[in-house]
Every structure is written in C-alpha cells, then in structure tokens.
C-alpha cells in the first residue's frame, strides 16, 4: 500500500516529529548533554519505523519534498546556536586533539587510499605536525608530567613526555637516519595519549571542585574519621560534628594512581633508557636508537594512566554529592579499611522518625513536673529523643530542672530531683526497678516515668522507620562493614529493631550501655585525617560515604596497578621487536591497537565503583 502526503501533510508529520523528538530529548539525559538535536531525534525513529514498514511490504509512504530545502537550509543554519561558548571554551582542548587525532588516523592507518601527491615522506612530516599541534594544545598537562621530573615523582605523563618529544624527533629524522621500510611513526599513538591525558585532568578536576562544593555547602557539617582501634581492636569509623579541618590540603594530595605510579614509573623510564640503547647501539645500530626510544617509551606510557583515579572518582563524586557527602581526597581514602562504623540514635532515626503519639499522667503528679523530670534525664543522657522532649517542654510551657545523682542502667535513666528519685526508661526497666504498671498495658514504645517509686505518666512514641536505613545497613554488611549501635536511647535494643522493623540485627554488635556511651561521647578524641564530609542526617550519605570510599580505593589499586602491567608487558614487547628489528610488527597501528587494548580494563573498573 502506498500513500502520498501533500505539502500540508507533509509539514504536520514533520512537525509531530519535532514534538516527539524533543519530548524524547527533555528526558533522556544523555541526548541532552550530547546536545542531540529533536529533529534528528524524531527523524531518526520514523526513518526506522519507514524502513521496517517498507521493506516488509506493509506501508510505503511518499513526500512532498517543496520545503525539504527551505527547512534544511533553515535547520543547519541554526543548529549552531544551541551551542554554548562557555562549554566549547572548557572542552576546546580535549575536543580539537580528537579532531587532530582524526586525520593522524587516516595518515597511520592506510585504511583508505592516499593521493599521489600524498609521499610516505610527506606523511610522516604531516604527522609530526599534527603531533606538534596536539603536543601545544596539550601543554599544561605536559608540563605538570615534566615538572613531575623535578621533584622526581614521575608518571604516566612524565612517560608520556618523554615518549612525544622522541616519537616528534624520530618523525623529524626518520628518513634521514632509518626509513624503516615506509613505516610511520608512532605519532598518532601520542595524540590519543594527549587526548586520554587532557581528559583525565578535566575529569579529575570536576570532581574535584564537586567534593568541595558539597563539602562548603552545610555551615556546621559532620565530619566522618577512621579511629584506630575504637571498637574491640578495630578501626572503626564515626561521624561527628566540627570544622573540616584538613580537607582542602587532603584534597591537593597525590591520588592512589599517581602514588603508585611514582614508584613504577622511575623504573621504566631508567629500563627504557638502557634497554633502547642494548637495542640500538648494542646492535650496531646507533640509527635506530631514537627509534627504539619512541616505541618503548610509547608502549609504557598507558593511555589509562590519567583514567585510572579521574574516572571512577568523578563517578563516586557525583553519586555521593546527591547523598550530601564528599569524599576527603585519597588520604581519606587510604584511611578506610576499618571492620565498624558506629551508629548513633540519629543514625537510626533521624529527627521527624520519631513522634509523640500521646501522654498519660498517673496519680497526683501535675502534668509540668512529670514533663520537666522526664525531659531533663532525656537531655543530661544525650539521647536522641532531646529534641522531641525540649519541644514538649516548650510546647506545655515547663523548664528543665536540675538533677543530681544521674546514673545510666541497662534501659533507663535515673536521678534526684528536688530530693525525689526519678526513674526514666522502657517497661522492662520499670519492672526491673518493681514499678508497678497498670494491667493490661498495650504500649509497644514508650517512654515511662516513675517518681518515689510511683508510676507518673507514659509517653507513647511511635518509630517510622527511614526508607533508607535498611538499604544502607545491607550495604554496610556486604562489604563487610559491621554496624556497631552507640545509641543512648533506651528503646532502641536489638529485640525492638529485630521484631518490629526486621533489621539484620544479627550481624550488627550491641555493646553494654557504659561502652555505649563512651563510643558516642562527643568529646572522645578522632583521628586527624577525614574519610569524609557529610552535609546530611542520617544513616544513608555515611554508610554511601563509607562504602564509596573502600570501593574507590580498590577500584584505583586495581586499575593502577592493570595500568602498570600493561606498562611492563609494553616495554618488554617493544625491547623484543626492536632488538630483533621487526618494523612490521612493531607497527604504529599495531602498536596503537595494543595501548587500547590495555585502556578497555580501566572504564569496566570504574562503572562498578558506584554499583552499590
């Protein structure tokens, strides 16, 4: 069946098209930040949906093609003006090296025939141009890998320099020296090494500046430490409340990869040196020994080396900047590896998980006195339940009052107040204590308060448990993090949580109440170096914090060190073929296809970072 649309008809699919296409674009966020037009968007799904009808014989639909012109004139005339100065200004770099590694492509490759204007010699002059641009464009970059010398902390872009100033010499004097039998020089390998370099800084520093951001944006944040041997030997993380002390400095410090890197990168760059010359001159051939310093110092400097902290940390910093927490560098990173974390009531509960669900006053007692005792014992025990009991107080128009005596048992508080014994705490507690309380009583959390030895009234609360708390203990458990309960308020016990919320309580620990007041003092003693910043309550950003930072730190190891051996099989491999003088094998494309054959680890590395 075929149908012919007019000029009219025509004009409304087009436009149906557009609405559909930028539909699509407004929410798909990878089409939005590729700048992915609507019209190619909605074009591209009817040019499926015409080609599937088409050539299933179903449908075949002719155009009026009057305004095809006057439309696409119009469309890549204006296309342009969604482009954003202050974006192409950012990314100029990274974009005009790919646009230079292109056309080093094509003249490396021999995919596609050459003209005849287009000699090998004029080739390889064209690709230490294109070498040389690349190298200009890149030079900050380049310049931090020479200063890296300096200090005598070499990298991967140290190596990389090296390898770009000796593939630009050998391209300047090949034919002079060792023509190699039309082989091309290794300039389009530096390109994309350039290209990969410049993208690892841009990422680094984005996120970078993210981590800061976040970092600044609560005025009084808590501060999450690795503390040496806090809970029964073990290192074990806690959050606290102070001034990000060290941050900025922890966040200047060489990451994990460049660490690994300074004490590699020595060693191969010294193995390039002498192994180029047994190559070489060892052979008689002092010719071939710019040569053999380019392929070797080629095939160390891996194109992951810049990837390999920038990518899964730009990863993690986004996620954890969501959460409102950031990562305190890779110092804080290396300080992860404790076996705890404590949790505190808040961390439980956050304020507004907890409610009042009503109030029952016994005996004679008046309503400001039982209120007043009980919020004062809440408040001198540092429980999470202060600021529910300081609103009550406000709210019945009482005033705290001052106790003596205090003392804190398994389940509930105790003190003397105006020369009364005032008892605090959950049901068991009272029985324990022989408090009477009335039959039949069905309050599942309370909190009650007896005084002289009488029950004066009971405060019914009600725990909602926060979405995010389980995900985040379940989180903690699979990677072998083991929650440890430094909570102060008497109803928050194992049984409870086991019972009513179904927590794995089982593999979390519950140290004795005096223990748990010393591991939630405010003012134990942590450790200088921050894990992270947080800028949240709440259980959910410290455990992402926490479990964030260990995946990080492996994922970098890994990549590093993957990197790394790349690196070593690289220079054994080229050694080989150089001394053996194989230009075939030893091929700029052959040798470009082993380098990105050692970067594919590195992004698989980084995309799990943040799978938990």
């Known amino acids: 069946m075929t149908i012919e649309l007019n000029v009219l008809q025509t004009?409304?699919?087009?436009?149906?098209?557009?609405?559909?296409?930028?539909?699509?674009?407004?929410?798909?966020?990878?089409?939005?930040?590729?700048?992915?037009?609507?019209?190619?968007?909605?074009?591209?799904?009817?040019?499926?949906?015409?080609?599937?009808?088409?050539?299933?014989?179903?449908?075949?639909?002719?155009f009026d093609e009057t305004l095809k012109n006057v439309f696409m004139i119009w469309f890549f005339t204006s296309v342009g003006y969604g482009a954003s100065f202050k974006v192409l200004r950012r990314g100029a770099g990274p974009v005009l090296v790919f646009l230079l590694l292109l056309p080093a492509l094509y003249l490396t490759l021999g995919l596609f025939p050459y003209p005849a204007v287009l000699t090998p010699e004029l080739r390889v002059l064209a690709l230490a141009g294109i070498q040389g641009a690349a190298m200009l464009l890149g030079l900050d970059v380049l310049m931090r890998g020479l200063?890296?010398?300096?200090?005598?902390?070499?990298?991967?872009?140290?190596?990389?320099?090296?390898?770009?100033?000796?593939?630009?010499?050998?391209?300047?004097?090949?034919?002079?020296?060792?023509?190699?039998?039309?082989q091309m020089p290794y300039c389009?390998?530096?390109?994309?090494?350039?290209?990969?370099?410049?993208?690892?800084?841009?990422?680094?520093?984005?996120?970078?500046?993210?981590?800061?951001?976040?970092?600044?944006?609560?005025?009084?944040?808590?501060?999450?430490?690795?503390?040496?041997?806090?809970?029964?030997?073990?290192?074990?993380?806690?959050?606290?409340?102070?001034?990000?002390?060290?941050?900025?400095?922890?966040?200047?410090?060489a990451d994990g990869a460049e660490r690994i890197f300074h004490r590699v990168c020595p060693l191969l760059f010294i193995a390039c040196l002498l192994l180029s010359v047994v190559a070489s001159i060892g052979r008689g051939a002092p010719e071939r020994l710019l040569w053999c310093l380019s392929a070797m110092l080629t095939a160390c400097a891996s194109l992951s080396g810049a990837l390999c902290f920038a990518l899964p940390w730009l990863s993690l910093t986004q996620r954890l900047s969501k959460s409102g927490a950031a990562i305190a560098g890779w110092d804080g990173v290396t300080a992860t590896g404790g076996s705890g974390i404590l949790l505190n009531d808040t961390d439980f509960f956050p304020p507004g998980c907890v409610s009042l669900n009503g109030i029952k006053i016994f005996g004679d007692f008046p309503v400001d006195k039982v209120v007043s005792d009980t919020a004062t014992l809440i408040r001198d025990a540092g429980c999470g339940l202060d600021k529910l009991f300081h609103d009550l107080l406000r709210a019945q128009g009482c005033v705290y009052r001052r106790a003596s005596d205090f003392c804190v048992y398994e389940g509930g508080l105790s003190a003397v107040i105006r020369d009364q014994q005032v008892l605090v705490g959950s049901a068991s507690f009272m029985h324990l204590m022989e408090i009477t309380l009335p039959q039949g009583l069905n309050v599942k959390n309370a909190v009650f308060c007896a005084i002289d030895g009488e029950l004066a009234g009971i405060f019914a609360l009600n725990y909602t448990l926060h979405g995010a708390l389980e995900p985040s203990l379940n989180s903690l458990i699979r990677n072998r993090v083991t929650p440890v309960m430094a909570t102060r308020d008497f109803n928050l016990i194992p049984a409870m949580l086991r019972q009513r919320f179904k927590l794995p309580v089982d593999k979390m620990e519950f140290p004795a109440v005096e223990r748990r007041r010393e591991l939630s003092d405010e003012e134990q003693p942590h450790s200088d170096i921050l894990t992270a910043v947080l800028c949240r309550e709440g259980v959910a950003p410290y455990s992402e914090a926490v479990v964030g930072a260990a995946r990080l730190r492996r994922a970098v190891r890994t990549a590093a060190v993957l990197a790394c051996l790349g690196a070593v099989a690289g220079l054994l491999l080229a050694f080989y073929l150089?001394?053996?003088?194989?230009y075939a094998s030893l091929s700029a494309a052959n040798l470009l296809v082993f380098l990105l054959m050692w970067l594919v680890p590195t992004p698989l590395i980084a995309g799990m970072v943040n799978k938990y």
């Not at 004009?11 to 296409?21: D, I, P, R, S």
């Not at 700048?35 to 080609?51: D, K, N, S, Y």
């Not at 150089?578 to 194989?582: A, E, K, P, Q, W």
């Open 11 to 62: 004009t409304g699919l087009a436009m149906l098209l557009f609405v559909l296409g930028r539909f699509i674009v407004n929410h798909v966020g990878f089409l939005r930040r590729c700048c992915i037009p609507a019209p190619v968007v909605g074009g591209l799904i009817f040019a499926i949906f015409h080609l599937v009808v088409h050539q299933t014989g179903l449908l075949t639909l002719t």
């Open 188 to 253: 389009a390998a530096i390109v994309l090494g350039i290209f990969f370099l410049l993208r690892g800084a841009r990422r680094k520093r984005r996120g970078l500046r993210m981590a800061c951001r976040t970092a600044a944006s609560a005025a009084q944040p808590y501060l999450v430490t690795l503390d040496e041997g806090k809970w029964n030997g073990w290192d074990t993380y806690a959050k606290w409340s102070g001034e990000p002390i060290g941050f900025g400095r922890q966040m200047q410090a």
């Open 147 to 182: 200063f890296r010398l300096l200090r005598l902390e070499l990298g991967m872009d140290t190596l990389l320099v090296f390898a770009a100033a000796a593939t630009l010499a050998d391209a300047l004097t090949m034919y002079r020296l060792d023509p190699r039998d039309g």
């Open 578 to 582: 150089t001394f053996v003088c194989s």
